[in-house]
């Protein structure tokens, strides 16, 4: 690896080596990188443990996705810039987990169930339509947030073929709900023009 003037590589030497594969680049990435993202991290949370697997994700997904950085000097940047999203989802996560999770003080039997709306039928409905690969890439990515390689994990898929089932998710259900809301708003005229 070249060296600037005998000392360290640059960041940018860093990186080009490690997108041509090179072990020792990749560990001295996560050497240089780990403590200032963990410590970062930590003080945006407040939790070490949290800072701590949020730390590991980040840096596996980087270097999973190393081949897609362009501009090896501005690799920090593009770290903290994905640390920052994947902290971002986890908290999400977190409040949605926080407003699904009924107080134990409170009787179930108080609650009255929630009636389903006509919009919610439509989105089942749709998302019944899907291949069940697409479907799964879609409820994963779009309504538990995982990321795409988690997900590609769980569901025993390579990253690119999740990809490509999200993708078509999207634009099936996107088209299907433009379709069926066009449907909805020509009924809603016929009927408001027979009143």
Avoid: C
Avoid at 72 to 78: D, G, K, L, T, V
């Amino acid at each position: 690896m070249a060296d600037r003037g005998g000392g360290e590589p640059s960041v940018a030497d860093l990186v080009v080596h490690a997108q041509a594969g090179s072990v020792e680049a990749r560990d001295r990435l996560i050497e240089r990188y780990y403590q200032p993202l963990h410590a970062f991290l930590r003080r945006q949370t407040g939790d070490p443990a949290l800072a701590d697997d949020l730390a590991h994700d980040t840096l596996l997904y980087v270097l999973a996705h190393l081949d897609t950085v362009e501009e090896p000097a501005h690799f920090r940047a593009w770290l903290f810039r994905i640390a920052v999203t994947r902290m971002l989802m986890e908290q999400r996560r977190q409040r949605r987990e926080r407003e699904r999770t009924v107080p134990l003080d409170v009787g179930t039997t108080d609650i009255p169930a929630p009636a389903p709306s006509p919009l919610d039928e439509l989105v089942r409905h749709l998302l019944a339509e899907l291949t069940p690969a697409q479907r799964e890439a879609l409820e994963g990515r779009g309504l538990r947030g995982e990321a795409v390689p988690a997900l590609a994990r769980r569901v025993g898929r390579s990253v690119a073929a999740v990809r490509k089932n999200l993708t078509r998710a999207k634009e099936r259900f996107a088209m299907r709900y433009a379709e069926e809301r066009k449907r909805q708003r020509e009924k809603d005229d016929e009927d408001d023009g027979d009143a």
